[in-house]
């Protein structure tokens, strides 16, 4: 833990790539806007700033430490590396839920591809990480196209979290790729405050003062 001046944050960013073959992945519309936002947002409040970020195509933002990975294997790895140090786990990533079962080492030629692939779950690292929660704060994110309150209500109780961010994903606007967001920020206690519609900063900002942890 860090001491009670400095809040040490590790935040999870962008989408995370599964791959078939080393030319052809699964993924997701995920940019990691959201979550760079909450990393410069977390930086201006004086946190230090530990950013795992999948693929994205973004400028690294300033006095963060920037871990880049690729896969949801990877991403575990870091998150579970660095989560006994942080104070806050803020945890935007959009994950993939599956991987191929079989990744083959050379390209697959299309004439001899199989039309289906077997899929299995990659780990949920949230969930994972939480088992051992013991300081830490933690505020998961549920991107969800349907019953966006009632599913991330679902989640922060199932994966032991303090807070989740319920984000309707899939309309222009909010969500995936866009430079704005509407979203509900729900505690454990039940209680909520929506922020937005406003810019993912506005929103980044918004956020880090709500979810402080009170250090001892
Ligand atoms: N998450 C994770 N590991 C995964 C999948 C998701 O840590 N393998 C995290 C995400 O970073 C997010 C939260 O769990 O903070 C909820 O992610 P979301 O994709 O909304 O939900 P899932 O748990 O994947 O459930 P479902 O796909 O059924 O909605």
Known sequence: M????????????????EFIDPVRFISNP?????GFAIAEAAVEAGWTVDLIAGPV???E????????????????????????A???LIMTAAVSDFRPVTQHAQKEKKGDASMSIEFERTIDILKTVCERKAHQTVVGFAAETNNV????????????????VANKVGESGAGFAADTNEVLLIAAD?????????TK???????????TPTMS
């Open 2 to 17: 860090s001491n009670a001046s400095t809040i040490r944050c590790l935040i999870t960013a962008g989408p995370t790539r």
């Open 30 to 34: 995920s940019t990691g806007k959201m």
């Open 57 to 59: 195509s973004l400028p």
């Open 61 to 84: 933002p300033d006095d963060v430490i920037l871990y880049p990975v690729v896969t949801a294997e990877e991403m575990y790895h870091q998150v579970d590396a660095l989560f006994d």
């Open 86 to 88: 942080c104070d806050i």
């Open 149 to 164: 309150v009632e599913y991330a209500k679902k989640k922060l109780e199932a994966k032991n979290l303090d807070w989740i």
């Open 190 to 198: 039940g209680s909520s405050a929506k922020l937005g519609p406003t």
């Open 201 to 211: 900063a506005a929103i980044a900002k918004e956020l880090v003062q709500l979810v």
